[in-house]
């Protein structure tokens, strides 16, 4: 977050600096629309990818507990066929 504080005006100053100075008005608009631009841009994206990281990662530690379950039955019952062939 400091890091953005800091590069925004920055940024901001490199704008107006590259422009004559009657139209850094606008300049500084478009800046500033191109950079809400990107933020509702990016947010949205990192939305996405983060609701399929997640439903990602929920997956595999569903499958993991599947898989422990699935042993732990194939050990019981590999443990109760002797006594099962005997009888």
Do not use: H, N
């Amino acid at each position: 977050m400091v890091l953005v504080k800091a590069l925004v005006p920055s940024f901001q100053s490199m704008t107006i600096q590259s422009t004559d100075p009657r139209p850094s008005g606008y300049a500084t608009a478009t800046f500033f629309t191109l950079f809400d631009v990107g933020v509702a841009l990016g947010s949205w994206l990192l939305g996405i990818v983060a609701v399929y990281l997640f439903a990602a990662f929920v997956v595999s530690i569903e499958a993991i507990a599947y898989m422990v379950t699935q042993m732990r039955k194939k050990q019981t019952l590999l443990r109760s066929l002797p006594f099962l062939i005997c009888a």
